[in-house]
């Protein structure tokens, strides 16, 4: 019985692998950066808490007393003069800025209050809402109903939570890209296609080594976003890290098909930068990773959600914060695994050795 060892299909992963772990600058794109993001946008957002305060700006001149009701409810108060007061709002030092008309010490002006602020900041917002309830009731107001505060008790999703599973999703992508794209194009560059042309070998062994290459490495790249997540901001995966890995390596398979498709034909590497720049960087923007792909134009959503990343975003994100299971994803792994069929098997076919 021949050995499988043998087979051209596990000599070509074999031979990819090793190329990648003698390139430095492949190590660096699929863990170094991965951690990197992930600790500078963990940091950024980290949701621990202790964000400063809002400021609240009183124009002059506002009794001395309206500052302490304010301060009491956690707001951090200046009082300034009219023009200064509207420059800082305008620069973003200030979320929102109080003027009173015939104020006299800490009783309700007799011409009312404006409050000034920018509609489109949810800190302003919020701002107006806080500032009005607080200052209403330093004036005499009584509630007709009476109110409790209740802490939850239970971990509720923070940024960190739903900014991690769009990491996995963007680092599936663009290292599936990279590593089957560019190794295609580099292997066609350094003339090592016209090489293996002479060979007994079939393009379809060589291609799907490729992709199985990218399947071997891409556990030990989700396990550490994951790790250093959990350990650095307790991120949390509610759901099975066997369904998060069934999923991402579907996105895998999907990109990496893609991958091929794009660069099936391209004679360059600058060439093959170009192509899946332009397929990537429109889903970097609209398929979730940083922020909802819901503030899109709903005219733009049915286009959205099948784009490759949008979906798989949503399943990891289904998986990492809802505790989804592979079989409640069934739509959305059917969907990838188009996106990889039809990418592999277009690909394939207008694949050139030179």
Known sequence: MRDPRLH????????????????????????????????????????TGDAPPPVIGLVEPAPAAWALPLRGAGFTVVTLAADEADRRLASGALALVARASGAEDSRP???????????ARPDGRLARLGVDAVLQRAWGRVDPVAVHDEASAAATAGYIDFLVP??????????????VGWAIVNLRVRK??????????????????????????????????????????????????????????LGALAFAGLAILVA?????????????NSVML????????????????????PLISVLPLSVLNQALRAIALGGATLGALAVPCAILAGWGIAGFAAGLRAFRWS
């Not at 990773?289 to 733009?300: E, G, K, Q, T, W």
Request: glycine share 10%.
């Open 264 to 276: 099936c034909r391209a004679q360059s590497i600058e060439a093959v930068t170009g192509l899946m």
């Open 282 to 301: 429109p889903m970097f923007v609209v398929s979730g990773v940083f922020f909802s792909s819901a503030r899109f134009p709903a005219v733009l959503q």
């Open 8 to 47: 051209p299909l596990f000599r070509l992963t074999q031979m990819r692998l090793r190329e990648i772990a003698r390139e430095p600058g492949t190590l660096f794109w699929i863990f170094a950066f991965p951690f990197l993001l992930t600790v500078g946008l963990g940091l950024a957002f980290r949701g």
């Open 166 to 179: 769009g990491l996995i999703g963007m680092n599936v992508m663009s290292g599936s890209m990279w590593a």
């Open 109 to 119: 002006p007799s011409g009312g209050v404006t409050y000034r602020f920018d509609p």
């Open 192 to 249: 090592l296609l016209k090489r293996l042309l002479a060979t007994p070998l079939r393009r379809g062994h060589l291609l799907l080594s490729l992709m199985l290459s990218r399947l071997v490495v891409l556990p030990c790249e989700i396990a550490s976003i994951v790790l250093l997540s959990r350990l650095l901001f307790g991120a949390r995966v509610s759901g099975s890290l066997g369904a998060l890995m069934a999923v991402a390596a």
